[in-house]
């Protein structure tokens, strides 16, 4: 007999359960609010400097926000399967991008990493490892069994992963160059990759990142300059002695928003890659300690989000999702233990926060994959459900 009770239970979505992840939501907002807060605070007076309008970078980064929930939109709209399908074509759209940007890139700072676009700049390699990370996903759907039983298959991808790493090298950007390594380490470990090939490929990564520090002079003496940034404090540690000196300032519940003394010019890149110094500085302990917070539930429900996917047999979305959430993780480590002085200065944002619209239109794109994924399993085993009631 037909249990209606249990049919309508069944086909009736649940009100604890959302069709999207609430708590990474949250996190999304309130990271984004906080760094509009502390980019209008720490850019206030370099935009005075260089510009004459303390607000420059401040509408500057709104459009941006106006422009990432326009993207972020069109991400939970889109279907996976359009993801899983382009995946080849993406990969390759992003190995254009990354030759056109050495070709008519815009330089700064000794640096080709932006492609014009009328009064705002693409970073290319911000956009490349969205890419990516899609493909790496697709490939181990496909190639999953490969992956686990010989060395042809974990190999494989690294090829791909090695004409990524040669060009954005000639940005040079050895950064995104770590955290896409660390990312596609990560998901062949969790595809099931043989530990040996794990810890000979980490091994190898390694001793290339030393290598290219070695034969660069401007690395090696950001790294000489991280051990010991005292020694030389108007020079090579210049950054980070600032950056640390902001952080001494802060104390437990900070000088006050809007009171860094650092970000008067003596911090470089304080609303950039430095503003998580100008947060320990004007909001202290507690407003970095609630920063972390915030990352780490964020970074949590992406990788939730992935395991429930992997779970309920989507194996591309899931691997997506938990690549994406150790690109979180990973970046947003390197970039608060660079301005903390526990690792060497790279030039990654952090996310959601930083000032910088390509980061941010992509990471906002990414959760917004994060947000499909988790719609689509959701619906996929209420569906499932359902089917099981009617039996």
């Given at each position: 007999?037909?249990?209606?009770?249990?049919?309508?239970?069944?086909?009736?979505?649940?009100?604890?359960?959302?069709?999207?992840?609430?708590?990474?939501?949250?996190?999304?907002?309130?990271?984004?609010?906080?760094?509009?807060?502390?980019v209008t605070s720490a850019s206030m007076p370099v935009a005075e400097r260089l510009f004459d309008n303390p607000l420059h970078f401040t509408i500057r980064h709104l459009i941006f926000l106006v422009g990432a929930f326009i993207l972020f939109w069109f991400a939970t709209n889109i279907p996976m399967t359009w993801w899983k399908r382009s995946n080849p074509y993406?990969?390759?759209?992003?190995?254009?991008?990354?030759?056109?940007?050495?070709?008519?890139?815009?330089?700064?700072?000794?640096?080709?990493?932006?492609?014009?676009?009328?009064?705002?700049?693409?970073?290319?390699?911000?956009?490349?490892k969205l890419f990516f990370f899609s493909y790496i996903a697709g490939y181990l759907v496909r190639k999953r069994e490969e992956v686990q039983e010989n060395i042809k298959g974990f190999a494989k991808p690294m090829v791909v992963f090695a004409a990524y790493a040669f060009l954005i090298l000639m940005q040079p950007d050895l950064g995104t160059v770590v955290v896409m390594f660390v990312t596609t380490v990560g998901l062949l470990f969790l595809a099931g990759a043989k530990l040996w090939q794990f810890f000979t490929l980490m091994l190898t990564g390694v001793s290339l990142v030393v290598l290219l520090i070695i034969i660069e002079p401007y690395r090696m003496k950001r790294v000489v300059g991280f051990l010991n940034p005292w020694e030389d404090p108007f020079g090579a540690g210049y950054q980070l002695v600032q950056s640390l000196m902001a952080y001494g300032q802060g104390g437990w519940f900070g000088q006050g928003l809007g009171n860094s003394i650092q970000k008067l010019q003596y911090l470089p890149e304080a609303h950039n890659d430095f503003i998580f110094a100008v947060i320990a500085e004007e909001l202290g302990f507690i407003g970095v300690f609630s920063i972390i917070i915030l990352l780490g539930v964020l970074v949590t429900r992406a990788l939730f989000i992935g395991q429930k996917a992997l779970k309920a047999n989507k194996e591309y979305e899931g691997y997506f999702a938990l690549g994406i959430g150790i690109w979180f993780a990973f970046q947003a480590v390197v970039n608060i233990g660079a301005s903390a002085g526990i690792l060497p200065t790279k030039g990654l944002t952090l996310p959601f926060v930083s000032y910088g619209g390509s980061s941010l239109w992509v990471m906002t794109i990414a959760a917004g994959i994060l947000q499909r994924i988790d719609f689509e399993t959701k619906m996929s085993t209420r569906q499932a459900t359902s089917r099981g009631g009617r039996r």
């Open positions: 007999m037909i249990n209606v009770a249990n049919i309508t239970e069944a086909l009736t979505p649940r009100q604890s359960e959302s069709l999207f992840d609430v708590p990474l939501m949250y996190c999304m907002l309130m990271l984004i609010g906080v760094g509009f807060v502390m993406l990969l390759l759209f992003g190995l254009v991008l990354l030759v056109a940007v050495l070709i008519i890139g815009r330089e700064v700072n000794g640096a080709r990493r932006w492609i014009p676009l009328g009064p705002f700049g693409l970073q290319v390699a911000e956009a490349s």
